[in-house]
Each structure stands twice: as structure tokens, then as C-alpha cells.
């Protein structure tokens, strides 16, 4: 199984933070599936505050729903409590009704804790069927990807 790479060139969000307790095993290092986590806020805020559209909007009244359908994760170090780490989120591909993510954790120190890809799908919340990226979510992501650079 080949490694996750990240993307040479192309548009990326980042989001700083500090590893917190509430991330951690008892040994103080992040508890794996915490990362998840911290990449779905990842997702949400760069809904929020790059696309400029509400996730919580999406997800209530346009019943939008954003499920994952596809996960690999390389974990490559480990994160402790205290450690300042940016997480970093670029598109794969924008297809018809699905997304296509790379996001990556990494410390200010240069050293890559953690790597994953994901594939979301937009679904009909009450039917639960797969939908056509909407159109507005569409053409904000696509503006977003013209630019250049972290944001």
C-alpha cells in the first residue's frame, strides 16, 4: 500500500491549533481517531470561513448531508499535549456529487504527524441518497481552487 502524498502545487486551507488533553490517551500523546475529528473541523471551518457558506446552514435547513464513504489515514508521528500543529486541507477532485480531500497534521516544527484522504458524498439528509454537489457550494469551491496558496 503506497503512502499518502500531498499535492505539489494547487489551493490549500489551514487551521492552527494546539493539541489539548481532551485529544490525548493517557500516555499524553493524541489518541489516534482524534485526528479525525480534528479534520472534520477542519472541513467545517473551511466551509465556514473559506467557502464563505455555513456548514451548520448546509446540514440544517438545506439538508444537505457531507458523509464520508472512503478513508485511508497514514499516521507518520506522534502529536503530544501542548504541541502546536497546523492542519491543512487541499482538494483531490470535485466530481458530480462527491469530494475528494487531503488533509494532513503537522507541527510547527516541519514534522508530518498524521495524513489522510478522504471521499464525501453530498446525500439528501431525508432520503439519504446522493445529490448533485449544489450549485452555490459548487461554484465557491471552484473559486476557491482558481486561487492560489494557503489561506
Given at each position: 500500500?503506497?503512502?499518502?502524498?500531498?499535492?505539489?502545487?494547487?489551493?490549500?486551507?489551514?487551521?492552527?491549533?494546539?493539541?489539548?488533553?481532551?485529544?490525548?490517551?493517557?500516555?499524553?500523546?493524541?489518541?489516534?481517531?482524534?485526528?479525525?475529528v480534528?479534520?472534520?473541523?477542519?472541513?467545517?471551518?473551511?466551509?465556514?470561513?473559506?467557502?464563505?457558506?455555513?456548514?451548520?446552514?448546509?446540514l440544517?435547513?438545506?439538508?444537505?448531508?457531507?458523509?464520508?464513504?472512503?478513508?485511508?489515514?497514514?499516521?507518520?508521528?506522534?502529536?503530544?499535549?501542548?504541541?502546536?500543529?497546523?492542519?491543512?486541507?487541499?482538494?483531490?477532485?470535485l466530481?458530480?456529487?462527491?469530494?475528494?480531500?487531503?488533509?494532513?497534521?503537522?507541527?510547527?516544527?516541519?514534522?508530518?504527524?498524521?495524513?489522510?484522504?478522504?471521499?464525501?458524498?453530498?446525500?439528501?439528509?431525508?432520503?439519504?441518497?446522493?445529490?448533485?454537489?449544489?450549485?452555490?457550494?459548487?461554484?465557491?469551491?471552484?473559486?476557491?481552487?482558481?486561487?492560489?496558496?494557503?489561506?
Amino acid at each position: 500500500m503506497a503512502a499518502l502524498t500531498w499535492p505539489e502545487h494547487g489551493a490549500f486551507f489551514r487551521s492552527n491549533i494546539s493539541i489539548r488533553f481532551a485529544h490525548c490517551d493517557p500516555a499524553g500523546i493524541i489518541f489516534f481517531p482524534q485526528y479525525l475529528v480534528l479534520f472534520n473541523g477542519l472541513v467545517e471551518d473551511w466551509f465556514n470561513l473559506t467557502l464563505e457558506h455555513p456548514y451548520a446552514q448546509m446540514l440544517g435547513p438545506e439538508r444537505t448531508g457531507l458523509p464520508i464513504v472512503h478513508l485511508e489515514c497514514d499516521f507518520r508521528a506522534i502529536a503530544r499535549m501542548g504541541d502546536a500543529v497546523h492542519l491543512d486541507l487541499a482538494v483531490q477532485k470535485l466530481g458530480s456529487r462527491s469530494l475528494e480531500l487531503v488533509l494532513r497534521c503537522a507541527g510547527t516544527d516541519g514534522v508530518l504527524r498524521a495524513m489522510a484522504r478522504k471521499v464525501l458524498v453530498f446525500t439528501n439528509l431525508d432520503t439519504h441518497a446522493a445529490v448533485a454537489v449544489p450549485g452555490h457550494i459548487r461554484a465557491a469551491i471552484e473559486r476557491w481552487m482558481a486561487g492560489d496558496g494557503a489561506q
